[in-house]
C-alpha cells in the first residue's frame, strides 16, 4: 500500500489548489451545458421536430466552439507555462496572438452561417421540415459568433493563469439572462409575441452580446494577468508566433477534427429519422451535464502542469501530480456516471417526447455511462497532461484518428449497410473511447510529455 500511494501527491495544499480550480471550471461548465439543457427542454416543448432541428442547426456553434477552445487551449499551453516562469512580457503577446486569430475565425464562421443557413442545414439532414425550421433558427442564432470568439478565448486564457472566477461570474449573468429571455420569447411572456424557435435564438443572441460587452470591461479595467491591450491585437511576435502556430495548431485540429467528426455523427443520425435524433439530441446533452466535473479536473490539470513545467522545478514530482489528476477524474467519473444512470428516469421526466423515444433515450443513457467513465480518463489527459506539456501531436492524432478510423465508419455501417438496431448504431458512433483508452495509458507512462517549451523572449 506504501508502494501505491508513494506515486501520489497526498499534500493537502495540492488538492486545495485542485479543488480550487476545479470547482469553479467545472460550475462554468455546468453553467453553460445547463443553458443547453434549458434550450433543449425548452424548444422541446414546442414539438419533436423543434427539437430536432434546433439540435442540428446547433451543430456549426458546436464545432465553432471546439475550434475557439483549440485555439484558446494552444495559447493555454504557452501561457500557462510563461506564466510559471513569471515572464509578463511573453504572456501579453501570446494573448494577442491567440485573441487576434480566435476573432478572425469568429468572423468567417459566423458570415457563414447567417448568409448560407439553408446550405449548412442541408449538411446536416435532408428532411425538409427539419431544414425549414433550422434555417429560421440559424439565420438569427449565427450572430452570437461574433461575441463568442472574444469572450470565450478570453476566459479560457485567464484559467491559465488560474483566474478562474470572472469567467465563471460572467458565465452565470448570462446563463440567467439567456433563460429569462428564452421563456420570454419562445412562449411568448410578458406581453412579447410567441416566437418559437426563432425566439430561442434571438435569446441566445442578446445573451452572448452582453457576456462580450461584461468581458470588454472586466479586461479593459479589473484583469491583471494576462496583462492584454486592446491596441496589441493583430501585433504578433514573430518567434511566439512560430511557437503559437508550433503547438496550437495540432490542438486546433485536434478540436475542429473531432468536432467535425462529431457533427459527422449527427450527419448519420441525421439522415435516419426524428426519433433516434430526439433521443440521441437528450442524451448528448446529459452527457455533457455529467463530464462537466471531469472537464474541471481537465481544467485544473492544464494550469498546474504547465506552471510546474514552466516554473522549471518539481519535474521530479511532475508524474506524482499527473497520477493523482487522473485518480481524481476517474473517481468523479464513476460517480457522475452512477447518477446520471439512477435518475435517468426522472430526468427524462421533463421532455414533452413520446414514449418510444423516452424508452429509447434510456438506453442511450446506459450505453452512454459506461463511455463517461473511459473518458474520466482521457479527457484530463489529453486536454490537460499531455497538451500542458506540449505534446499537442500526439493528442491530435489519437483524438481525431479513434474517431474517423472507429466510430464514424462503424456508425455509418450500423445504419445504412447492417441496418442494425438504434442502440447498436449508437454503440458503434462511441467506439472511439474503447479504441483510445489503452493508447492513452501507454502515452501517459513514457513521461515523453514531461518538457519545458518557454523560451528567453
Given at each position: 500500500m506504501t508502494k501505491i500511494l508513494s506515486k501520489f501527491i497526498l499534500e493537502r495544499h495540492f488538492f486545495l489548489v485542485l479543488v480550487g480550480l476545479a470547482l469553479p471550471i467545472a460550475l462554468q461548465d455546468l453553467v453553460k451545458f445547463s443553458l443547453s439543457l434549458a434550450d433543449n427542454i425548452m424548444v422541446g416543448q414546442i414539438s419533436e421536430a423543434a427539437l430536432g432541428a434546433v439540435t442540428?442547426?446547433?451543430?456549426?456553434?458546436?464545432?465553432?466552439?471546439?475550434?475557439?477552445?483549440?485555439?484558446?487551449?494552444?495559447?493555454?499551453?504557452?501561457?500557462?507555462?510563461?506564466?510559471?516562469?513569471?515572464?509578463?512580457?511573453?504572456?501579453?503577446?501570446?494573448?494577442?496572438?491567440?485573441?487576434?486569430?480566435?476573432?478572425?475565425?469568429?468572423?468567417?464562421?459566423?458570415?457563414?452561417?447567417?448568409?448560407?443557413?439553408?446550405?449548412?442545414?442541408?449538411?446536416?439532414?435532408?428532411?425538409?421540415?427539419?431544414?425549414?425550421?433550422?434555417?429560421?433558427?440559424?439565420?438569427?442564432?449565427?450572430?452570437?459568433?461574433?461575441?463568442?470568439g472574444f469572450s470565450n478565448t478570453m476566459i479560457m486564457l485567464m484559467r491559465s493563469t488560474r483566474e478562474v472566477k470572472a469567467g465563471l461570474i460572467i458565465n452565470v449573468i448570462a446563463f440567467?439572462?439567456?433563460?429569462?429571455?428564452?421563456?420570454?420569447?419562445?412562449?411568448?411572456?410578458?406581453?412579447?409575441?410567441?416566437?418559437?424557435?426563432?425566439?430561442?435564438?434571438?435569446?441566445?443572441?442578446?445573451?452572448?452580446?452582453?457576456?462580450?460587452?461584461?468581458?470588454?470591461?472586466?479586461?479593459?479595467?479589473?484583469?491583471?494577468?494576462?496583462?492584454?491591450?486592446?491596441?496589441?491585437?493583430?501585433?504578433?511576435?514573430?518567434?511566439?508566433?512560430?511557437?503559437?502556430?508550433?503547438?496550437?495548431?495540432?490542438?486546433?485540429?485536434?478540436?475542429?477534427?473531432?468536432?467535425?467528426?462529431?457533427?459527422?455523427?449527427?450527419?448519420?443520425?441525421g439522415h435516419l429519422n426524428s426519433t433516434i435524433i430526439a433521443a440521441a439530441s437528450i442524451v448528448g446533452t446529459l452527457q455533457q451535464m455529467a463530464l462537466i466535473f471531469i472537464f474541471g479536473v481537465a481544467g485544473a490539470s492544464a494550469p498546474i502542469i504547465g506552471n510546474i513545467l514552466g516554473g522549471g522545478k518539481d519535474f521530479s514530482?511532475?508524474?506524482?501530480?499527473?497520477?493523482?489528476?487522473?485518480?481524481?477524474?476517474?473517481?468523479?467519473?464513476?460517480?457522475?456516471?452512477?447518477?446520471?444512470?439512477?435518475?435517468?428516469?426522472?430526468?427524462?421526466?421533463l421532455y414533452a417526447i413520446p414514449a418510444e423515444t423516452i424508452q429509447l433515450a434510456k438506453t442511450f443513457i446506459g450505453i452512454q455511462c459506461i463511455m463517461v467513465v473511459l473518458q474520466s480518463y482521457s479527457t484530463?489527459?489529453?486536454?490537460?497532461?499531455?497538451?500542458?506539456?506540449?505534446?499537442?501531436?500526439?493528442?491530435?492524432?489519437?483524438?481525431?484518428?479513434?474517431?474517423?478510423?472507429?466510430?464514424?465508419?462503424?456508425?455509418?455501417l450500423a445504419g445504412f449497410v447492417w441496418e442494425a438496431s438504434y442502440p447498436i448504431i449508437f454503440l458503434m458512433l462511441r467506439t472511439d473511447e474503447l479504441a483510445k483508452f489503452p493508447i492513452i495509458i501507454w502515452r501517459i507512462q513514457q513521461k515523453k510529455w514531461i518538457r519545458n517549451v518557454t523560451r528567453t523572449v
Open positions: 442540428l442547426a446547433s451543430q456549426p456553434f458546436f464545432i465553432f466552439s471546439m475550434l475557439s477552445f483549440g485555439i484558446a487551449s494552444g495559447g493555454g499551453v504557452l501561457v500557462a507555462q510563461y506564466y510559471g516562469k513569471h515572464d509578463a512580457k511573453a504572456i501579453q503577446k501570446i494573448v494577442s496572438i491567440t485573441l487576434s486569430i480566435g476573432i478572425l475565425f469568429s468572423f468567417l464562421v459566423g458570415f457563414i452561417t447567417t448568409v448560407f443557413p439553408e446550405q449548412v442545414m442541408k449538411i446536416f439532414t435532408n428532411d425538409a421540415e427539419l431544414i425549414s425550421i433550422g434555417v429560421d433558427y440559424l439565420r438569427i442564432q449565427g450572430i452570437t459568433y461574433y461575441f463568442y440567467f439572462l439567456n433563460v429569462f429571455l428564452n421563456w420570454v420569447l419562445i412562449f411568448g411572456h410578458l406581453g412579447f409575441p410567441a416566437m418559437g424557435v426563432k425566439g430561442a435564438a434571438l435569446g441566445t443572441v442578446i445573451a452572448r452580446a452582453v457576456e462580450c460587452i461584461i468581458m470588454l470591461i472586466y479586461v479593459r479595467f479589473y484583469e491583471r494577468h494576462l496583462n492584454f491591450r486592446f491596441k496589441k491585437l493583430f501585433h504578433f511576435d514573430r518567434v511566439l508566433f512560430a511557437d503559437f502556430l508550433h503547438y496550437s495548431i495540432p490542438v486546433v485540429i485536434n478540436e475542429s477534427g473531432w468536432a467535425v467528426g462529431v457533427s459527422a455523427q449527427s450527419v448519420i443520425l514530482k511532475v508524474k506524482k501530480y499527473a497520477n493523482t489528476l487522473l485518480a481524481s477524474g476517474v473517481l468523479v467519473g464513476i460517480l457522475t456516471a452512477s447518477c446520471l444512470f439512477i435518475f435517468k428516469d426522472a430526468i427524462l421526466t484530463p489527459s489529453i486536454v490537460g497532461i499531455l497538451r500542458a506539456g506540449g505534446d499537442t501531436t500526439f493528442t491530435s492524432i489519437i483524438d481525431i484518428g479513434s474517431l474517423w478510423v472507429f466510430s464514424i465508419p462503424l456508425g455509418y
